[in-house]
């Protein structure tokens, strides 16, 4: 029987809108509660109105634009209540996905842990803000990555944009991100170590760090 070549179709104009918008908002080009008018992002990328319109529409279906009748579509903003359930919710299933991740084949995981730390000190070093918070995901999202739950990973990924999103706003200040680096060298350090309650409770606290940071986010926004 002749094989049938599968043949890759190329990202539909709103796929592309939607991934460039998408990036933009995580990046923090866009900033939080922006207005996003359809003719605006037409012109800067040079394709008509109608792939905008469902590339934001896409995105409001994901969270991270909210799209007001007679008023247009605005990147997403979060009240301290919003951020306050978010952490939460992180802190849930980060934690669970963590112990099974332990269970099912703790060597993995910690060992993708410290290449992910290695190359976060290089970018450290470098001073390469953005690949250091690509990396910062990253770390997180190991943990899903190992831990052998679909439903865990699914849950996460509805919210991973929307966490990105915060974390490059929250990292804006210097201090942050060194402050960052230092928990995740611990969290990876404890659990080589075998002290994984230590280590969770560091995660804890830097994912909880996201709740007593509202006030600089909302700020920060204002600047």
């Given at each position: 029987m002749t094989e049938i070549l599968q043949i890759?179709?190329?990202d539909s104009l709103s796929k592309t809108a939607e991934e460039h918008i998408r990036k933009g908002i995580i990046n923090g080009t866009f900033q939080l509660g922006e207005s996003l008018p359809e003719v605006k992002?037409?012109?800067?990328?040079?394709?008509?109105?109608?792939?905008?319109?469902?590339?934001?529409?896409a995105l409001n279906l994901q969270g991270l634009v909210q799209i007001f009748p007679h008023r247009g579509a605005f990147?997403?903003?979060?009240?301290q209540g919003d951020v306050v359930q978010l952490c939460q919710y992180r802190l849930i299933l980060e934690s669970a996905?963590?112990?099974q991740a332990l269970e099912k084949n703790p060597s993995v995981l910690i060992n993708e842990l410290a290449t992910i730390v290695s190359k976060m000190s290089e970018t450290q070093e470098a001073d390469e803000f953005e690949q250091y918070l690509?990396?910062?995901?990253?770390?997180?999202?190991?943990?899903?990555?190992s831990c052998g739950n679909s439903y865990l990973r699914d849950g996460y990924q509805k919210v991973s944009d929307i966490v990105q999103t915060m974390r490059t706003h929250l990292s804006k200040r210097s201090n942050r991100t060194k402050k960052s680096f230092k928990e995740h060298q611990a969290i990876t350090s404890l659990l080589g170590e075998g002290k994984v309650k230590a280590a969770t409770n560091t995660l804890k606290r830097q994912i909880t760090r996201g709740e007593r940071s509202y006030s600089d986010l909302v700020s920060l926004e204002q600047v």
């Open positions: 890759k179709r190329p992002l037409s012109n800067a990328m040079g394709i008509s109105k109608t792939p905008i319109r469902e590339a934001l529409s990147v997403f903003s979060l009240s996905a963590l112990e690509e990396l910062d995901a990253e770390f997180h999202d190991a943990f899903f990555r």
